[in-house]
């Protein structure tokens, strides 16, 4: 990250505070439906592909069912984990890109070092993102939960009771080694396209010598390294959420991967793609764009401060 748009520990956290809760009542809907179709285990037939038709499905039975506030269920587990999730996760990544970026310009012996290499990028995201999501790890249990059909709780209250009562402090971290495999590659694969691409369309309109604004930059990155990463990791995140809301079916990631393939084929693993892919792709566009204009906004605030001082 660039020294100008660097900020207290505190300023990080609160710009990934803003930037989860936003995204997170946004988006949650896009959550809800995915964990719907996910849910459901179907047999190798054409109605166990992905598509529209399973989405619309899944709409029109939870606006039956509980009307069109039914499409947030889940929000307020959603911000209990989002919100300090985000934090947490832009709170390590920017001490993480910190330590990387030291280790290099000694490694380089390059003092002016101010951009880490596309290893350090994917390391960073996928050690940050590994890290928040195992801490947070009880509340994407219960999120899921929250979020499934299969389970009706009074509360939240209620919720947290019934998944001790299914395992223990074990039920919390159900899933905990898929999310990783999920969240790490997901977010190092991220970092490196988000770093890459943003890098391309600077040069790119450098070179035809327009201006764009540092907004569109950030959203154009955010929402295709969001696309692709997503894609790239998805069986990762049917396999966690099966095993996060039947665990007595699912009981290990090898056993989760097994069953899907032989129940539902290859295209098992893609249910709920579309929901994930353009809820991610907007989440991450969303968050970065937010996050960056925050410790952008609080840069130049501080550099005012710092004029009037000096006048």
């Not at 219960?142 to 389970?151: I, R």
Request: proline share 3%; glycine share 8%; aromatic share 10%.
């Amino acid at each position: 990250m660039s020294k100008d748009k660097s900020g207290g520990s505190i300023v990080h956290l609160g710009a990934g505070a803003l930037s989860g809760v936003t995204s997170c009542v946004l988006l949650q809907p896009f959550d809800l439906l995915k964990t719907r179709i996910q849910q459901t285990q179907t047999h190798t037939t054409a109605a166990a592909l992905p598509g529209k038709g399973s989405v619309l499905r899944a709409v029109r039975a939870v606006v039956a069912t509980d009307g069109v506030l039914g499409l947030w269920r889940g929000t307020v587990p959603s911000l209990i984990r989002n919100a300090p999730g985000t934090s947490l996760y832009f709170y390590f990544l920017n001490h993480t890109k910190q330590l990387c970026l030291n280790a290099e310009k000694r490694i380089y012996n390059d003092s002016l070092r101010t951009k880490l290499s596309a290893t350090s990028n994917m390391v960073v995201g996928a050690s940050s993102r590994a890290f928040a999501g195992f801490l947070l790890m009880p509340m994407t249990v219960l999120k899921v939960h929250y979020e499934s059909s299969l389970y009706k709780y009074a509360g939240i209250t209620d919720a947290l009771r019934e998944i001790w009562r299914m395992g223990g402090m074990r039920a919390f971290f159900i899933g905990a080694v898929p999310t990783a495999i999920r969240d790490a590659p997901y977010a190092g694969l991220y970092m490196l396209l988000y770093e890459a691409i943003k890098h391309k369309e600077r040069s790119i309109a450098e070179a035809r010598q327009l201006v764009l604004p540092e907004a569109t930059v950030t959203m154009v990155a955010g929402v295709m390294a969001g696309l692709a990463a997503s894609y790239m990791t998805q069986p990762f995140d049917m396999v966690k959420t099966r095993m996060q809301l039947r665990p007595a079916e699912y009981t290990s990631v090898t056993q989760a991967f097994a069953k899907i393939y032989m129940d539902e084929s290859f295209f098992g693993f893609f249910r709920g793609i579309s929901l994930r892919v353009l809820r991610k792709g907007i989440q991450a566009s969303l968050v970065f764009t937010l996050y960056e204009w925050v410790l952008r906004t609080n840069s130049q605030k501080r550099a005012g401060s710092s004029a009037t001082i000096k006048a």
